[in-house]
């Protein structure tokens, strides 16, 4: 998968950006409404590379059963795993990968409160 690739398909995802924070090499896609990143994409030794946010106990697994998938280059590595691009990974797992990270930095919604009536004093 190339980088334009991966990109076209993060931008698929509602109210979300690109954004060059670094530089031209780092590409990084946020949501709109919090400005939180859910995926990094740039060069590493040579291999194009993509970071993930992810729940720990998964990013254990994922890196468990993937040879592409290590602990975030330059992120947190409890929470962030690394994918290198340019292996043998499968798209629809690498898509679920996205899909996770994207689920997990979004805006939480906040409930509505709701101001319970008390009785009328009597």
């Given amino acids: 998968m190339t980088k334009e690739e991966i990109i076209n398909y993060c931008?698929?995802?509602p109210d979300v950006y690109k954004d060059y924070p670094f530089d031209e090499k780092w590409?990084?896609?946020?949501?709109?409404d919090n400005k939180k990143i859910f995926a990094m994409l740039y060069k590493h030794d040579?291999?194009?590379?993509?970071?993930l946010k992810?729940?720990?106990?998964?990013a254990d697994f994922l890196r468990s059963i993937f040879k592409e998938v290590k602990p975030g280059?330059?992120?947190n590595r409890v929470h962030w795993n690394t994918v290198i691009l340019d292996g043998n990974m499968q798209e629809d797992d690498l898509f679920d990968m996205v899909q996770h990270s994207?689920?997990?930095?979004k805006s939480k919604k906040k409930g509505v409160y709701r101001r319970r009536e008390l009785?009328?004093?009597g």
Wanted: hydrophobic content about 35%; proline content about 7%.
């Fill in 11 to 13: 931008l698929t995802y």
């Fill in 27 to 32: 590409t990084v896609i946020r949501h709109k």
């Fill in 46 to 51: 040579g291999h194009l590379c993509i970071n």
């Fill in 54 to 58: 992810c729940e720990p106990s998964r």
């Fill in 73 to 75: 280059y330059h992120m």
């Fill in 102 to 105: 994207f689920q997990l930095t």
């Fill in 119 to 121: 009785p009328a004093a």
